[in-house]
């Protein structure tokens, strides 16, 4: 049996941050974009002394197999702890396949990506009889719970559900998920003028996380840093209801500029660089995406003439030679698995 996963990764987070444990609430407005994260599994019958599962990371041009119930991570903690989440069939072999086409740390949600494409091919292995929300709720779990890291909510329902949502947290780690849907011109519009600027280094938003929350200790008043995040986050909705992407544009700045106040290491040196290089083209908006930090990536958003969008890369990419341009589209759908027969 081979069962085929996609799942997207996802950009301007409009009310990041105001999704984890340490928030009580939280208000985000995200966009679900291609490229995705590609998951193969090929399941058969185990024979012999074959290993039970082995992993092919294409991106890391790595593969090797591993014991399910193992006591240690061996070389991708993330990937492998998604099999401890299921009761697989001990008699069945699971080869597994797994690529991107978006760069690791470039906050943009693909860690969370790979774990829902991962569930939801073992799901469909066992029974496939959960629903796209359930996985994100299990891929959260991994990462938390098993892994023991830092994460918020968003990314693991951006990718289940792909689109334009809006993510009201009334609880931690319980959610709402309202889906945005809006006129085929608009979204095309929206589309193109859409950029996505990768800081040719990766971050590691867990360990951002733990310096907001030492902040957030020592200063219980610090909290109240958040509630602009969640503003941009219902000005965001509520540019894109009303079709406003100058007003969409200016959620972004507003967001970004909150999550400087926040800690001014959210908007790292690199991302600063792209943002002065996008201002002397007069965009519209800018988003420093997912945690921020010293690397990931920044969400431009052009204005209605994008005449000028590739002499604006040309000109980003001419500020570092790590700086790069990551084209994406809007995805439409979250979370896509099938069987195929063999």
């Known amino acids: 049996m081979l069962i085929k996963c996609t799942a997207p990764i996802r950009i301007c987070d409009l009310g990041g941050w105001t999704d984890t444990w340490f928030a009580d609430t939280g208000k985000v407005l995200n966009i679900a974009v291609f490229p995705c994260v590609e998951v193969t599994v090929r399941a058969s019958r185990l024979s012999g002394d074959e290993p039970q599962i082995t992993i092919h990371a294409e991106n890391y041009q790595d593969s090797y197999s591993i014991k399910r119930h193992a006591r240690n991570w061996s070389r ?55 629903t796209s929300h359930e996985i994100a709720r299990k891929a959260h779990y991994v990462e938390t719970e098993i892994l023991k890291y830092q994460s918020g909510i968003q990314d693991q329902l951006s990718s289940a559900y792909g689109g334009v949502n809006f993510i009201e947290m009334r609880r931690y780690p319980d959610a709402s998920v309202s889906p945005i849907y809006l006129p085929d011109p608009f979204m095309w519009e929206l589309e193109s003028r859409l950029l996505l600027i990768y800081l040719g280094r990766p971050h590691s938003s867990s360990e951002v996380h733990q310096s907001v929350i030492g902040r957030l200790e020592k200063s219980p008043r610090y909290r109240r840093c958040l509630e602009p995040l969640r503003q941009a986050a219902e000005a965001g909705k509520e540019a894109l209801l009303a079709q406003d992407l100058e007003s969409f544009g200016l959620a972004m700045v507003q967001n970004t500029e909150a999550q400087r106040k926040l800690h001014p290491d959210l908007v790292g040196e690199r991302a600063q660089q792209v943002i002065n290089v996008a201002k002397k083209y007069g965009v519209s908006g800018y988003k420093v995406n997912g945690a921020g930090g010293v690397g990931g990536s920044v969400t431009l958003l052009l204005e209605e003439d994008t005449s000028q969008k590739h002499a604006l890369i040309k000109a980003i990419e001419a500020v570092n030679p790590d700086f790069k341009n990551i084209p994406v589209r809007l995805a439409p759908h979250g979370l896509r698995r099938w069987k195929v027969t063999e």
């Not at 903690?77 to 401890?84: H, T």
């Not at 009761?87 to 699971?94: A, I, Q, W």
């Not at 991107?100 to 790979?114: F, K, L, Q």
């Open 76 to 130: 991708h903690p993330l990937i492998e702890a998604a099999f401890r989440v299921f009761d697989l069939p001990t008699d069945v072999r699971l080869e597994v396949v797994i690529f991107s086409e978006a760069p690791a740390g470039a906050s943009t949600g693909t860690s969370a990506a790979v774990s829902v494409a991962i569930l939801g091919a073992l799901d469909l292995v066992r029974s496939g009889r959960l």
